[in-house]
């Protein structure tokens, strides 16, 4: 069955379709919306110029850091991480099974 979506009318986990349904998002379109669809943070953020940076450019932190890298995950991601977190581990990958896989590895 094909469902043809409304993102703009789309909201968190679900989306609607056409009909104006909504469907639960069981899949979070493959991992790659993680917030969801139309979520509240990014689009306040679309203000800042770390949205403009990053979400609007697409760039791969991983093979392309920028400059001000470190400074960025300094100040931005460690704040917010678990205590007993004194790293954090980027990687490529572009799917959900990849990004397991890395979780894996680094935890064992």
């Known amino acids: 069955m094909q469902r043809f979506v409304n993102f703009k009318l ?4 679900y989306f ?3 009909d ?6 069981m899949n979070a379109s493959q991992a ?3 917030l969801g669809y139309n979520s509240d943070d990014l689009i306040n953020a679309r203000t800042t110029e770390l949205y403009d940076r990053f979400v609007t450019h697409k760039v791969d932190a ?4 920028t400059n001000d890298f470190a400074d960025l995950v300094r100040e931005m991601v460690m704040p917010v991480a678990p205590k007993e977190m004194v790293r954090v581990n980027f990687a490529g ?3 959900a099974a990849e990004a397991n896989e890395h979780c894996l590895s680094v935890a064992l």
């Open 10 to 13: 789309s909201k968190g986990n």
């Open 93 to 95: 990958g572009s799917t």
């Open 20 to 25: 104006g349904n909504s469907v639960l998002d």
């Open 62 to 65: 991983n093979a392309l850091p």
């Open 32 to 34: 790659g919306l993680i």
């Open 16 to 18: 609607k379709d056409t």
